[in-house]
Antibody, heavy 121, light 108 residues
Framework: EVQLVQSGAEVKKPGESLKISCKGS????????IGWVRQMPGKGLEWMGI????????RYSPSFQGQVTISADKSISTAYLQWSSLKASDTAMYYC??????????????WGQGTMVTVSS | EIVLTQSPGTLSLSPGERATLSCRAS???????LAWYQQKPGQAPRLLIY???SRATGIPDRFSGSGSGTDFTLTISRLEPEDFAVYYC?????????FGQGTKLEIK
């Protein structure tokens, strides 16, 4: 079964660092882009960025460039999203998703279950 | 960055009715890079439509997508109780992706 399994919920204080993970299984992890999507409480989806684990090519949304770092360790089929200094406004659900290309069309076909990050003093 | 604007914000309909959801882009989007997702409370989004008009695996044929350029539409021909959810369009072009703000489809 193709799946993405994300790390568990986190509660952090402002200023702390954090790295959450997304482990792929059931497919060739290095052959598909993995994207990260933010959903703040009660709000819509926001495209943060995307990484190709095969060569770590990474693209960021201008809104998130410099705010987070996306990385991947292909040896363990895992992608990461990290913060060096969290803010209360980083409180959100974070999803990873696999980008598939079907007859030349791209879309996120497999989603992780989400990781809730709460930042509060 | 391409901005996607969805309308209406909320759509109130009854089971059995037809739903038409709109997604308008601030500049032209390749149809290959326009997708629609459904999200129910407490769940991750689910891919419905890719390439503007192709149904993802397992998606019922009452869901259809159309459009090109800057105007795209998701149509649900006959609403079932399980279709009431939030729907998002998404584009990926020039190495950047964006989502629309979503349309909430609620039971009237």
């Amino acid at each position: 079964e193709v799946q993405l399994v994300q790390s568990g919920a986190e509660v952090k204080k402002p200023g702390e660092s954090l790295k959450i993970s997304c482990k792929g299984s059931g497919y060739s992890f290095t052959s598909y882009w993995i994207g990260w999507v933010r959903q703040m409480p009660g709000k819509g989806l926001e495209w943060m960025g995307i990484i190709y684990p095969g060569d770590s090519d990474t693209r960021y949304s201008p809104s998130f460039q410099g705010q987070v770092t996306i990385s991947a360790d292909k040896s363990i089929s895992t992608a990461y999203l990290q913060w060096s200094s969290l803010k209360a406004s980083d409180t959100a659900m974070y999803y990873c998703a696999r980008e598939v290309t079907i007859f030349g069309a791209d879309a996120f076909d497999i989603w992780g279950q989400g990781t809730m990050v709460t930042v509060s003093s | 960055e391409i901005v996607l604007t969805q309308s209406p914000g909320t759509l109130s309909l009854s089971p059995g009715e037809r739903a038409t959801l709109s997604c308008r882009a601030s500049q032209s989007v390749s149809s290959s890079y326009l997708a629609w997702y459904q999200q129910k409370p407490g769940q991750a989004p689910r891919l419905l439509i890719y390439g503007a008009s192709s149904r993802a695996t397992g998606i019922p044929d009452r869901f259809s997508g159309s459009g090109s350029g800057t105007d795209f539409t998701l149509t649900i021909s006959r609403l079932e109780p399980e279709d009431f959810a939030v729907y998002y369009c998404q584009q990926y072009g020039s190495s950047q992706g964006t989502f629309g703000q979503g349309t909430k489809l609620e039971i009237k």
